[in-house]
């Protein structure tokens, strides 16, 4: 049993790296990706990342193909996580709002992006994501709020914001309760200071399946999940640049583009290709039934001398 399931190990960690080694080699993959930088070219060759083609945590599948070992992969002590450069923990923190309020923003909005970036992964993979929201909250390169994190560039219409799911209608589609609630327990031990150590001080990543132009300027750390995670090259790649303490501060509770052309629906099945979402009916088009009238009700076929029983006696 123990050779079985250590052989089942190489297979995935094989298959890992195989991916990995594809996307961080082939430029012919170049593609948008579910963390874009803003001047970087959207294409549509990849299907997790088109708008209505995708769901919660879709690029875990869109991912799969190349699985054939490779000699030589250090296996982690997680089947999940494959390392490909030494790391430094990112400094520990409790991430507490001003308010409770602010508190539960904060949660709201990093459930959001665990679920609708990693929403089918194993936690490994939900767990680097929340980690890489943190560490840019922590950077001074990015806003000091995690929904400013989360929701950075949502105001956009060209698809180009930092999560994709923020702008591109993926959450007009209802979530899954249990998948939500996984997502909501990991966001909540992230924000109470559980730091995700195989991560380090990553701040990007994409999924296997593309290379987009910026990830030749950055560091790849480790293939966690469906995703290759990157940390920035000179200071900010150090822990000195992490240590910004978290302003407490939460001034929004979504994405800014509040408009999207499709109406919530149940939530698709995990392994289910996604569909197009319909566009609601409008109020206005709603057809008015008119009110019928009240039927008179018929006779009563009472025998008369039964007719005033249980009527009080006068």
């Known amino acids: 049993m123990q050779s079985r399931m250590?052989?089942?190990?190489?297979?995935?960690?094989?298959?890992?790296?195989?991916?990995?080694?594809?996307?961080?080699?082939?430029?012919?993959?170049?593609?948008?990706?579910?963390?874009?930088?803003?001047?970087?070219?959207?294409?549509?060759?990849d299907p997790a990342e088109k708008a209505g083609q995708n769901f919660p945590g879709s690029a875990f599948f869109f991912a799969q193909g190349a699985f054939d070992p490779v000699p030589g992969v250090q296996i982690s002590r997680s089947e999940h996580v494959m390392g490909l450069a030494q790391v430094q923990a990112a400094p520990a923190m409790a991430f507490r709002g001003l308010t409770a309020l602010d508190s539960y923003r904060a949660l709201n909005c990093l459930t959001s992006a665990i679920y609708y970036e990693a929403g089918n992964e194993p936690e490994d993979g939900q767990r680097a994501v929340a980690q890489v929201v943190l560490n840019r909250v922590r950077s001074p390169l990015w806003p000091n709020s995690v929904c400013g994190v989360?929701?950075?560039?949502?105001?956009?219409?060209?698809?180009?914001?930092q999560f994709t799911f923020s702008c591109d209608g993926s959450m007009a589609r209802a979530p899954d309760i249990r998948a939500w609630t996984r997502a909501q327990r990991i966001a909540d031990q992230a924000l109470s200071g559980l730091v995700y150590r195989p991560v380090g001080l990553a701040t990007h990543y994409h999924t296997l399946a593309v290379r987009p132009p910026w990830s030749s300027t950055l560091q790849a750390v480790a293939v966690i999940g469906a995703h290759i995670f990157y940390r920035n090259s000179g200071f900010h790649g150090t822990p000195a640049a992490f240590r910004i303490p978290y302003g407490g501060r939460e001034m929004q509770s979504g994405p800014a583009r509040r408009t999207w052309p499709a109406k919530p629906v149940a939530p698709l099945d995990a392994f289910e290709m996604p569909y197009a979402v319909q566009p609601s009916p409008s109020y206005q088009t709603m057809p008015i039934v008119p009110s019928q009238p009240v039927q008179a009700l018929p006779e009563s076929t009472i025998r008369p001398e039964y007719q005033n029983s249980g009527k009080p006696l006068t």
């Open 6 to 45: 250590a052989g089942n190990r190489w297979k995935l960690h094989g298959a890992l790296a195989a991916m990995a080694m594809t996307a961080l080699a082939a430029p012919h993959l170049i593609t948008a990706a579910p963390l874009d930088m803003l001047d970087t070219p959207i294409t549509d060759d």
């Open 150 to 161: 989360v929701y950075e560039g949502s105001e956009r219409t060209d698809y180009r914001c």
